[in-house]
């Protein structure tokens, strides 16, 4: 079974307090959700293997490691994942950006997908799939199914609020798969929207209704 990584952070705490508000309009909506990706995304990259380099500081030389060279891909569910991208492209400026396009119906919460543009070299790429709300967990699920038809050596999830619905289910679905969220949320609505949640996170991000 995958891992569920939430981070407790202080400063995740208080920027997703600030994020739920909905007071919070949408230029600084928009910013906390780029911070809380960057954050995530430095929880999410904890484990990348490193090697050893000889650097000559102004002092002597020194063994010191940097990143062994894993190449590294992004791939925001759109619309709402877009607004995590330049957030974890401050933190891995080299990697590369894939899109999905999927949307829930409204009536029956499925999501119907509209778009899908991944990098050619995916299958030499770690693959970290970035989408603010894990409600149902049916646009990761999907997602993630047509990630791995493209063989990419790792992948992993990253959100901003995961309901325990989204996580079961994916966990399920993708047990490979580890998530890494700011929040586990109480449950979803009778709509399948998470509660306490933040409302509709594409909405809040791109100031439509
Ligand atoms: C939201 C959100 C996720 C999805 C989560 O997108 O950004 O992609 O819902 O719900 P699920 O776990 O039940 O699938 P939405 O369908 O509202 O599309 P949008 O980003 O285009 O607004
Ligand atoms: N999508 C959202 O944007 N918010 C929710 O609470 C659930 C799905």
Do not use: W
């Not at 891909?73 to 999905?100: E, Q």
């Not at 119906?105 to 070299?121: A, F, I, M, S």
């Not at 979803?188 to 909405?203: F, R, T």
């Amino acid at each position: 079974m995958s891992e569920l990584v939430v981070t407790n952070h202080p400063l995740i705490q208080h920027k997703l307090s600030i994020l739920r508000d909905k007071r919070t309009g949408t230029k600084q909506f928009r910013e906390l959700i780029a911070e809380l990706a960057m954050l995530i995304c430095y929880e999410a990259t904890a484990d990348l293997p490193l090697k050893d380099v000889t650097v000559e500081t102004p002092m002597c030389t020194a063994t010191t490691r940097v990143l062994a060279g894993h190449k590294l891909a992004f791939v925001p569910i759109l619309r709402a994942g877009l607004g995590m991208v330049d957030g974890v492209l401050n933190l891995v400026p080299s990697a590369k950006v894939g899109h999905i396009g999927l949307y829930r119906d409204h009536e029956t919460c499925q999501p119907v997908e509209y778009y899908c543009k991944l990098p050619g070299d995916i299958s030499e790429r770690d693959v970290f799939v970035l989408d603010p709300m894990l409600a149902t967990g049916g646009s990761a699920i999907d997602a993630i199914h047509q990630i791995k038809q493209r063989n990419p050596k790792s992948i992993k999830f990253m959100c901003i609020i995961a309901a325990p619905e989204g996580v079961k289910a994916l966990q399920e679905a993708h047990p490979d798969v580890n998530i890494y969220s700011a929040a586990l949320d109480e449950k979803l609505n009778e709509h399948s929207y998470i509660l306490p949640g933040l409302g509709d996170a594409g909405d809040r991000i791109f100031g439509t209704k």
